[in-house]
């Protein structure tokens, strides 16, 4: 575990710590083929190129978004609160109202996590109703097909 001070943020296990070294190294060659790939776009001939252009400057936006949040909790310099979004790498528990129970890791660009299936995104309606929630807290959401209960078995912060 890092020894962080008191009230500078969560401290990582070893396992999270690895991981979020092993992401920043990740989004760090991309955010470099994605820079190179804008910079070949410079002359841009139609109207399919400068979408594409735009795609790809998008996406450098994303990634560079994630290098410094995750650079940031590397150094400790997240809050432990969530007033509005849980952190990146939050893992949550939750029973749903049919019995069945999901463990699910919060991220900001599913396609990115390592199971994807198994991620729900902080902005998502669930993602929203998990906020501030605590084990045993009983949660409701706007899903597909209308409102959707759960319980929240577990939340364990990054």
Known sequence: MNDQPSGRGPRLTSE?????????????????ELVEAVGENDAVE??????????????????????REI????????ERSAADALPDG???TVRF???TTNTMLV?????EA??????VTRDSPLGRALVRARAGDKITYLGPDGEIAAEVIAVQLP
């Open 16 to 32: 999270i710590q690895q991981r979020l070294e092993q992401e920043l190294a990740e989004l760090s060659a991309q955010r470099h």
């Open 46 to 67: 139609d109207y399919g190129d400068q979408a594409q252009r735009l795609e790809r400057v998008d996406d450098l936006g994303r990634v560079t978004d994630r290098i």
């Open 71 to 78: 650079t940031e909790v590397l150094a400790g310099r997240t």
């Open 90 to 92: 939050t893992e949550v």
């Open 97 to 99: 109202s049919d019995g």
């Open 107 to 111: 991220v900001a660009i599913p396609e």
């Open 114 to 119: 390592p199971d994807p299936t198994q991620t």
